[in-house]
């Protein structure tokens, strides 16, 4: 059993989840999927399908415009949360310490959070990839708790490059080394029909992080039905 994500980001409408839904509840698979839609989509059975947030406010409520709480998630029905998304991280100032927070009052509520860390092209051309893994790492998770890790080297999100097999191996063990205890790790980014199966295959990945390929059936699917 493999964890698949697929985060729609900005993307998709509610006529598009609900046939997304449809058509994962016409496949069978051993998989956890879970769909992480924005906010407004969120509401309503997934047939199935495990439904999450991109992000939650490190604040438990108050005057914070725009911002989304932990039990707002949870009164939606959310287990599962993405936190520190590269996205969050570059165009929203997200430092590792708001990435722990957020991660911190996802756990209190009872909601699994996706960390997610990796290094950007610079910081891999330095051959600073295991030193900034491990520091994001370290900085960024929670001192109790159950959370899935998410490796997504910056450079390979909706790029079409991949890093090679052996660079995903050494980058994932040095996670699993790193935490205090075993938790799940996913491996992100231009992930496709052609490289799924051969990467979640790859020791020490639990699972996968899927971008663009999740916002279709015609591209998820056939990712879901590869993994194995
Ligand atoms: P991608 O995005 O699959 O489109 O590269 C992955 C992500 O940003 O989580």
Redesign the pocket.
């Known amino acids: 059993m493999k964890i698949i994500v697929g985060?729609w980001?900005m993307n998709g409408n509610l006529g598009e989840k609900e046939s997304m839904l449809s058509a994962l509840q016409s496949i069978k698979t051993n998989h956890k999927v879970i769909l992480c839609v924005p906010f407004p989509l969120i509401y309503g059975d997934g047939f199935g399908t495990n439904i999450g947030a991109q992000d939650v406010s490190n604040h438990e409520n108050g005057a914070f415009t725009g911002d989304v709480s932990a039990q707002m998630l949870v009164d939606a029905g959310v287990k599962y949360v993405?936190v520190g998304?590269?996205?969050r991280r570059l165009y929203h100032n997200e430092t590792n310490e708001i990435v722990r927070e957020k991660a911190t009052i996802a756990i209190k509520h009872g909601i699994t959070p996706i960390i997610?860390i990796g290094e950007t092209m610079e910081e891999k051309n330095a051959g600073h990839t295991i030193s900034v893994i491990k520091q994001m790492l370290m900085e960024s998770i929670p001192d109790n708790g159950e959370y899935i890790i998410?490796y997504?080297p910056r450079w390979?999100?909706?790029?079409g490059l991949t890093p090679t097999n052996n660079e995903i191996v050494t980058a994932v063990k040095t996670i699993f080394d790193t935490l205090p205890q075993p938790m799940p790790i996913l491996y992100?980014?231009?992930?496709n029909q052609s490289n799924a199966h051969d990467i979640a295959s790859i020791p020490y990945i639990d699972g996968l992080?899927?971008?663009?390929?999740?916002l279709k059936s015609e591209t998820f699917i056939p990712i879901i039905n590869s993994v194995d």
């Open positions: 985060n980001k993405i998304h590269s996205e997610c998410a997504e390979a999100i909706g790029s992100g980014g231009s992930i992080l899927i971008g663009g390929a999740s």
